[in-house]
């Protein structure tokens, strides 16, 4: 059962700087040798089949949605000037949503919520056709959100996550002022459990979910992320109290490398980088466990490609792992597994 609602965001007008200086986007998934490129599903109809990566062959349904590259003309290239977001009217644009309520959704009973952010250059409806997390919103029973970012002077949709990624040049943006407020205008119409508000993201929509982690850990449970990163100056974030982490990351993604790099010259930490800082910030025991049985994840690879680095001892009975994609890609055809195992791990990790 689908509800809608349409809320009045915390963020600006979109008259923001463009990330290279008069060059457009390349349409396929860039090399990042350079570490300059970032990317995300592109925007794709919930009834379609998603599109493939750049190939030399027509697509084949069944394929993974397309990367798009944001790598501007050179790294060193200083944003366009642009008209600046009018900061004085943060009511300006409206940013509507949609709500997916379980059938067996009881007004009498609190129901965890869970927000899917999609990547740079993507769509919520693209995202939920990667990821499809509404048939395990129903057999799970919890709300469902995902949200469109605010579109920059590209024409491209963004969250405005990390330093690295990915206003540039709309940095007056506060999508955390408009992600807080989804999170208010649906526990102010269902019974949303506090202690279970969960993100998860992918590439650009998993640097905004680390940020909101840092920024909001007090209504953060946990958060999962696919091929994104947090901060890299450990400074820049500063959660006030545990939040569960679950990073996820291919070992063959050249756009968002798994051993980290830079994006237009801001650097971000790879995937083992991330997960040490929420190692340090949830007091977790430094040494991970490495579990037996490995997952499933990518449909691409034969058999279960995936490892598993639990960190345990964690505050509150919270959780840090680190799930390695051997041979994963940016965009890896996610299996069901995926999903549910995603999701699985974000229930099981509700505030104490």
Not at 110 to 117: A, E, F, Q, S, V
Not at 163 to 172: I, R
Not at 209 to 221: L, V
Not at 287 to 292: M, R
Request: hydrophobic share 35%; glycine share 8%; net charge negative.
């Amino acid at each position: 059962m689908r509800r809608y609602l349409t809320i009045t965001s915390a963020v600006l007008a979109l008259g923001i700087a463009a990330c290279s200086s008069g060059g457009d986007a390349d349409s396929s998934a860039t090399p990042a040798d350079d570490t300059d490129a970032v990317t995300s599903t592109a925007e794709t109809s919930a009834s379609d089949p998603p599109a493939t990566e750049p190939a030399a062959t027509d697509p084949a349904p069944s394929d993974p949605p397309v990367t798009e590259s944001a790598e501007p003309d050179s790294a060193t290239s200083e944003p366009d000037e642009s008209p600046e977001p009018d900061e004085s009217d943060e009511s300006a644009d409206d940013r509507p949503f949609d709500v997916f309520v379980p059938s067996g959704y009881d007004a009498a009973t609190p129901t965890p919520l869970i927000l899917l952010l999609h990547g740079y250059t993507g769509s919520g409806d693209s995202q939920e056709a990667y990821f499809n997390f509404e048939p395990l919103a129903e057999s799970r029973g919890f709300l469902y959100v995902h949200p469109d970012g605010t579109v920059d002077a590209r024409g491209e949709q963004f969250w405005n996550a990390t330093d690295a990624c990915c206003s540039f040049g709309s940095d007056a943006i506060d999508d955390e002022a408009y992600l807080l407020s989804v999170i208010e205008q649906v526990s102010a119409d269902y019974n949303v459990d506090p202690k279970a508000v969960f993100l998860a993201g992918h590439s650009n929509g998993g640097f905004m979910s680390y940020r909101m982690a840092c920024r909001h850990a007090d209504t953060i449970a946990g958060i999962a992320s696919l091929a994104g990163a947090t901060f890299a100056d450990t400074d820049d974030c500063a959660p006030s109290e545990p939040v569960s982490v679950l990073q996820v990351h291919g070992t063959s993604d050249d756009t968002i490398l798994y051993e980290g790099g830079s994006i237009i010259g801001v650097q971000y930490p790879g995937a083992q980088e991330t997960v040490d800082s929420w190692v340090a910030y949830n007091g977790c025991d430094t040494t991970p466990t490495s579990t037996p049985d490995a997952l499933d994840l990518d449909g691409s690879i034969d058999g279960a490609e995936s490892d598993i680095d639990a960190l345990g001892g964690c505050e509150q009975n919270t959780a840090v792992e680190l799930w390695t994609i051997d041979g994963g890609v940016h965009v890896p055809p996610v299996t069901a597994d995926f999903s549910a195992s995603v999701v699985d791990f974000l229930l099981a990790h509700p505030k104490p």
